[in-house]
Nanobody, 129 residues
Framework: QVQLGESGGGLVQAGGSLRLSCAASGLTFSTYAMAWFRQAPGKEREFVALISRGAITTYYADSVKGRFTISRENAENTVYLQMNSLKPEDTANYYC??????????????????????WGQGTQVTVSS
C-alpha cells in the first residue's frame, strides 16, 4: 500500500521560512516523479513544484519561483520543499504527490493534479502578515 506523509507545516510570519517533508512508502520511490501542490480554502488545488526521478529536473510555478526549492533524497524515500520569503498568499494546505515515470513529456511538464497517482493527506502552512 502506497503511503505519502507530509510534515513540517505550521504558522510563520511573512518573510519567514519553512521546510516541508514528504516520506513515501510502498513504492519504488526512485521510479516516481514527485510534486508539491497546495490548496487554499475556496480555491482549486494548484501546482507548486515538481522534481524528476533522478532529481535532474525541477520545475516551479511562477508564484513560487526563486523562493521555493524542491529536492529529494531517494535513499530516504523523501521529497522536500524549502520555502523562503513566505507571503500570506502562500497560506494553504500543502500536498505531496507521486507520478510513476517521467516528470515531463515532449517538453511539457506534468503540472495537473490528475497526472498524479498518489497523494498525501497534506500539511497546513499559515503565513501571518
Amino acid at each position: 500500500q502506497v503511503q505519502l506523509g507530509e510534515s513540517g507545516g505550521g504558522l510563520v510570519q511573512a518573510g519567514g521560512s519553512l521546510r516541508l517533508s514528504c516520506a513515501a512508502s510502498g513504492l519504488t520511490f526512485s521510479t516516481y516523479a514527485m510534486a508539491w501542490f497546495r490548496q487554499a480554502p475556496g480555491k482549486e488545488r494548484e501546482f507548486v513544484a515538481l522534481i524528476s526521478r533522478g532529481a535532474i529536473t525541477t520545475y516551479y510555478a511562477d508564484s513560487v519561483k526563486g523562493r521555493f526549492t524542491i529536492s529529494r533524497e531517494n535513499a530516504e524515500n523523501t521529497v522536500y520543499l524549502q520555502m523562503n520569503s513566505l507571503k500570506p498568499e502562500d497560506t494553504a494546505n500543502y500536498y505531496c504527490a507521486a507520478k510513476r515515470g517521467s516528470s515531463h513529456f515532449r517538453g511539457a511538464y506534468y503540472i495537473k493534479a490528475i497526472d498524479y497517482e498518489y497523494w498525501g493527506q497534506g500539511t497546513q502552512v499559515t503565513v501571518s502578515s
